[in-house]
């Protein structure tokens, strides 16, 4: 079992629908999660962290967790065609020696308009 | 002005060259980071430099070898290459405290030939 998993995608949504993405994770101690953007030739840049069970807003942006079910979302609310990127769930691993931050596969979007 | 600069943005290398990739910050970060991004893949953990040590990942191969000349800089050397190696190489820093908060550099786009 991967340590984060996502539907890899494409996720094709009309402009101004929800756009909703979802992560599992295997480590039942990780306390916290993280959403990063990566628009196709440019490197990720950090969108969303998320550390208790529930929902955090930012935005059109809500990170969704649910500890007991090890799951994380993303929604995207009123998507816009400048949303179509890869959208990274990363999850911190102590496993190794230091802190190392996991990343899922990347679920793809596509926001047509 | 980038707040994590990376250079050179392109570099094509045969299997016998010795190339180093540059990283610098500016954001005053203790923390310093090198992963490797395959097309369509998720970036992975190379190397990190953090609390004055270096961590590396055991599955990366002695062709590749960092150097942290100082707590802003981080080095990439590669020597004898193989065209697997083909990749965006992508660095990052964060704060010793928030080291699950990545800003990327640009990236540097190898090509093995």
């Known amino acids: 079992q991967k340590e984060v998993e996502q539907n890899s995608g494409p996720l094709s949504v009309p402009e101004g629908a929800i756009a909703s993405l979802n992560c599992t994770y295997s480590?039942?101690?990780?306390?916290?999660f993280f959403w990063y953007r990566q628009y196709s030739g440019k490197s990720p840049e950090l969108i969303m962290s998320i550390y208790s069970n529930g929902d955090k807003e930012d935005g059109r942006f809500t990170a969704q967790l649910n500890k007991a079910s090890q799951y994380v979302s993303l929604l995207i609310r009123d998507s816009q065609p400048s949303d179509s990127a890869t959208y990274l769930c990363?999850?911190?691993?102590?496993?190794?020696?230091?802190?190392?931050?996991?990343f899922g596969g990347g679920t793809r979007v596509l926001v047509k308009p | 002005d980038t707040e994590v600069t990376q250079t050179p943005k392109h570099l094509v290398m045969g299997m016998t060259n010795k190339k180093s990739l540059k990283c610098e910050q500016h954001m005053g970060h203790r923390a310093m980071y090198w992963y490797k991004q395959k097309a369509k893949k998720p970036p992975e953990l190379m190397f990190v430099y953090s609390y004055e040590k270096l961590s590396i990942n055991e599955s990366v191969p002695s062709r590749f070898s960092p150097e942290c000349p100082n707590s802003s800089l981080l080095n990439l050397h590669l020597h004898a290459l193989q065209p697997e190696d083909s990749a965006l190489y992508l660095c990052a820093s964060s704060s010793l405290t928030g080291a699950n908060v990545l800003t990327f550099g640009a990236g540097s786009r190898l090509t093995v030939l």
């Open positions: 480590d039942r101690g990780s306390q916290s």
């Open positions: 990363a999850v911190p691993s102590f496993k190794a020696a230091g802190n190392k931050l996991t």
